[in-house]
């Protein structure tokens, strides 16, 4: 069982920076593929990115070259360093785990997710 809870959201204006983290309980974190998601009001929860437990990434188009995903697994917790924000990357934010050698992209193939944090950017 793995129990995540993200922090670090808030408000922004656009260009601006913000990093959030995820804070994941259990003794096999490092054996965990880490995402996240986002999801804005009105429409479907999506895709930003994703850490394999051997640190592969990959990104959605919508954010590549702009967000970061790491992952310190001595303190079992991953991170999301936005940077470049623009009022269309406004959401909740979720953090997502799975126990896998992959990296998942999609909602329905995680198993553990946190309670969200709100991101808001301003133009």
């Known amino acids: 069982q793995v129990q995540l809870v993200e922090s670090g959201g808030g408000l922004v204006q656009a260009g601006g920076s913000l990093r959030l983290s995820c804070a994941a309980s259990?003794?096999?974190?490092?054996?965990?593929?880490m995402g996240w998601f986002r999801q804005a009001p009105g429409k479907e929860r999506e895709f930003v990115a994703v850490?394999?437990?051997?640190?592969?990434?990959y990104y959605a188009d919508s954010v590549k070259g702009r967000f970061t995903i790491s992952r310190d697994n001595a303190k079992n917790t991953g991170y999301l360093q936005m940077n470049g924000l623009k009022p269309e990357d406004t959401a909740v934010y979720y953090c997502?785990?799975?126990?896998?050698?992959?990296?998942?992209?999609?909602?329905?193939?995680?198993?553990?997710w946190g309670q969200g944090t709100q991101v808001t950017v301003s133009s």
């Open positions: 997502t785990a799975k126990y896998t050698v992959a990296g998942p992209t999609t909602p329905a193939q995680y198993d553990y």
């Open positions: 259990g003794r096999t974190w490092s054996t965990y593929a």
């Open positions: 850490i394999s437990w051997i640190d592969i990434t």
